[in-house]
């Protein structure tokens, strides 16, 4: 048994001040007990906590759902503690599956490599990378032997394994389930022996996996670390989870002008939440915020443009985000064609089919995508909205294409 920890009253204070300020938005805390145990432990050593998290790079595109967790890092950051990002080279070739209903496709290494740059490129955004250490687990995990991998799988049984969510619903189901995603949670977990976390950091949804490397910790002898799990944000349909496969997401990369049109569009009842999780606003400023939208002192529609502006200058600069919002007030507000619309120059048929223009011009993905925005009236040619989709436009020099809210060619021959 651990020998107890004595605080002097000014050591107390720092661990309750780093208590109250890592707890804000998360979920759980699995056991509170250790956790308050490496705090103190940390501030009496001066030694940094290891945060761990764990990036499969299966998908290089970071959205404001992933930023929930970041912002907690940099929070663990700012007290001085230890990152430790974790690139999945290893276990990307597998694919988490997690929230899947079948097996993923393996990754290649090239695949793998590119996405992990991308990610430390993007996460570089919120966290201080030069501070965060960086791992890949195909260190350890290509020097097991096959020895090795049979004494970590005698760790967990099959049973345990199938009170994952989403192994259950596709064993019930008469899915298959491949033998070798059984090993994705063994090797998370043993990432977290290898690197000796103190604390690892995920979404809801990964509960399963962080409870594994404190399992597997106590199988080889080290200390438990504690999982950490925040909420995950609901996607612009105010629904399913934020994903670029729903298309219900805000990407970090996204241009200005889409990001803020995009917050725009989240439903009224989420903007506090997002405000909560995905701003770097303190929560004396949220508070005021939330208070003012229920006793009717700020109109929702007011603070969802701050909530945009927000998001643009947090990723793009302060100038952005104000021309983001002026944009907005030209194009939505005042119903005014925006001044900086870009050109394309046609060198194609004339007439043209609006469907294949549309898809040319690259404003639609598909020809069928291009038909469905017609139909649902998303479609304007010089601010008159198209409704024949058989229509065989005449191009003229000056054209204005519209789809949507937010997409805008003038067009040149």
Do not use: C
Not at 248 to 258: F, L, M, R, T, V
Not at 301 to 318: I, N, W
Not at 358 to 378: D, F, P, T, W
């Amino acid at each position: 048994m651990e020998k107890e920890i004595t605080l002097t009253a000014e050591q107390q204070t720092e661990v309750e001040r780093q208590l109250a300020y890592l707890q804000r938005g998360v979920v759980e805390i699995i056991p509170e007990a250790d956790f308050r145990r490496k705090i103190e432990k940390s501030v009496v050593t001066g030694k940094p906590l290891k945060i761990k998290l764990g990036m499969d790079p299966s998908a290089p595109d970071v959205h404001l759902g992933h930023t929930v967790v970041l912002h907690k890092l940099r929070q663990f950051q700012e007290l001085g503690h230890e990152i430790q990002m974790l690139i999945g080279d290893f276990t990307g070739r597998i694919g988490d599956p997690t929230g899947k209903s079948e097996t993923r496709k393996q990754l290649t290494d090239e695949e793998v490599k590119k996405n992990a740059e991308t990610y430390v490129e993007q996460y570089g955004k919120i966290l201080d990378m030069d501070k965060a250490k960086l791992y890949y687990n195909s260190a350890w995990l290509k020097e097991l032997t096959f020895e090795d991998v049979i004494k970590l799988a005698g760790n967990m049984t099959v049973a345990r394994m199938l009170e994952r969510d989403d192994f259950e619903k596709r064993y019930k189901s008469g899915q298959p389930i491949s033998i070798h995603e059984f090993f994705y949670p063994l090797m998370q977990g043993y990432d977290s022996v290898a690197m000796e976390s103190d604390i690892e950091v995920g979404g809801t949804d990964q509960k399963f996996n962080l409870l594994m490397g404190r399992h597997l910790q106590e199988a080889y002898g080290k200390d438990k670390q504690v999982a950490l799990t925040l909420p995950l944000i609901e996607g612009l349909d105010g629904e399913r989870k934020m994903s670029k496969s729903l298309g219900n997401y805000i990407g970090i990369d996204e241009a200005p002008n889409e990001m803020f049109g995009k917050a725009m569009s989240i439903p009224d009842e989420l903007m506090v939440k997002y405000y909560k999780l995905a701003t770097d606003l303190s929560m004396e400023e949220i508070e005021e915020l939330e208070r003012g939208i229920k006793d009717g002192s700020v109109h929702p529609r007011d603070a969802k443009m701050r909530l945009g502006a927000t998001f643009v200058e947090m990723y793009h600069g302060k100038a952005a985000a104000d021309e983001a919002v002026d944009y907005f007030k030209t194009v939505f507000q005042k119903r005014a064609l925006p001044s900086d619309i870009p050109q394309a120059q046609w060198t194609g048929d004339n007439p043209v089919w609006i469907v294949d223009l549309l898809v040319e011009l690259k404003l639609l993905s598909s020809k069928g995508e291009a038909r469905r925005m017609i139909q649902n009236g998303g479609v304007k040619i010089n601010e008159e909205k198209v409704t024949d989709v058989q229509l065989q436009l005449q191009v003229e020099d000056g054209q204005v294409i519209q789809v949507g809210k937010r997409k805008f060619v003038k067009l040149s021959l």
